[in-house]
């Protein structure tokens, strides 16, 4: 994520701290060592949430690459979304589930190290007891909060998950969105009457998280719907090894096809995109011969894959073109513009 500083990293996932983390931390320095102990503990626990996710979803064959911390939560980056219901309810129910093992875990030992008077006195950083006392506070918040039955909570995930089997995805979706944006004007309204400013800034975040997942979703529900063959141009051009920069531009020019499969003898050898022409032209000049800037190594697609698929695979290789098989032999290029017709085509049909 922009803006944030990676920490550390493991299980192979980079654990990323956003600078507004760093903020928070400064406001409460002014509160003296316990507060920023109360930020160390918050760090921490929000970590392992997102991690319990992260590892569950890794189960699935779903690589996380960083988690994002800031100061309203945790965000892990995952490379795809799980597919099956029963998924996306396992990795919601996992981060949740592990505060609830540290609130069992330290229950009875904060209880007789504190006695009974501390552990249920209001949140306060006055007394290191108190401060002590917060793992089990801040556990139980994270658990509550984050099972509310409404998107963008993990409660939400774990009920659409529940209510797909039977009412569909979309429809489980629409629910869970719905009582999203419920929830968000109940935190409004008690943001307002209380003047409490974070409640509001909490209630717009949910508000718009919780739209978003319903927009991805009918976008994910179109972009299924159609194969690479329903929007691959009629004609495009390839390139031979020895073709020459040069040319490679002009027929960038004339065609408006800016990634080329490079053809040797009717097979496919290798693939320019549009990255590498620029980059070429700028360090090597219009003379260089296409086969030696070529990338060998590249991902495809075929033409009955879906649409949903070729997303996936171009956020997992960063990729923004692809060229497109059918019986081993090179049949077109399918670009992520050419996807993000189709997400425009999704998002007007939504409204
Ligand atoms: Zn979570």
Request: net charge negative.
């Given at each position: 994520m922009k803006g944030s500083i990676r920490l550390f990293t493991i299980f192979g996932i980079s654990i990323n701290i956003h600078i507004t983390f760093f903020l928070l931390l400064l406001f409460v320095l002014s509160g003296g060592i316990k507060w920023v102990c109360l930020v160390i503990g918050v760090f921490f626990f929000v970590t392992m949430h997102e991690l319990c996710h992260s590892l569950a979803a890794k189960r699935f064959g779903i690589k996380v690459r960083e988690i994002t911390l800031l100061p309203i939560g945790g965000v892990a980056a995952m490379s795809k979304m799980p597919e099956k219901p029963s998924q996306e309810l396992f990795i919601s129910l996992a981060g949740p589930l592990s505060n609830i093992a540290v609130i069992i875990v330290f229950y009875y030992p904060l209880k007789v190290l504190l006695g009974a008077d501390v552990l249920f006195?209001?949140?306060?950083?006055?007394?290191w007891p108190l401060t002590l006392a917060y793992i089990y506070w801040l556990n139980l918040m994270l658990a509550a909060f984050n099972m509310l039955?409404?998107?963008?909570?993990?409660g939400g995930r774990v009920l659409r998950a529940i209510l797909a089997s039977w009412l569909g995805y979309q429809r489980a979706t629409r629910i869970a969105v719905n009582f999203g944006h419920v929830f968000a004007l109940a935190f409004a309204y008690f943001g307002i009457t209380r003047f409490n400013i974070i409640l509001i800034v909490i209630a717009v975040f949910i508000y718009m998280a919780a739209s978003n997942e319903e927009l991805q979703v009918d976008i994910k529900e179109t972009l299924k719907k159609f194969k690479v063959r329903d929007i691959l141009p009629r004609d495009f051009y390839t390139c031979e090894p020895d073709t020459t920069l040069g040319k490679v531009l002009e027929l960038v020019y004339h065609s408006h096809q800016e990634d080329f499969p490079v053809v040797d003898g009717g097979e496919m050898t290798g693939f320019v995109t549009r990255q590498e022409i620029m980059a070429a032209m700028h360090r090597?000049?219009?003379?260089?011969?296409?086969g030696e800037i070529m990338a060998k190594d590249f991902p495809r697609a075929k033409d009955t894959d879906s649409l949903i698929k070729i997303q996936n695979i171009m956020h997992e290789k960063s990729a923004r073109a692809l060229p497109v098989m059918r019986d081993g032999l090179v049949v077109g290029v399918v670009t992520i513009e050419d996807i993000g017709r189709i997400y425009a085509m999704a998002s007007q049909g939504a409204r």
């Open positions: 006195h209001p949140l306060s950083a006055q007394t039955p409404a998107f963008p909570m993990d090597f000049g219009a003379d260089i011969a296409i």
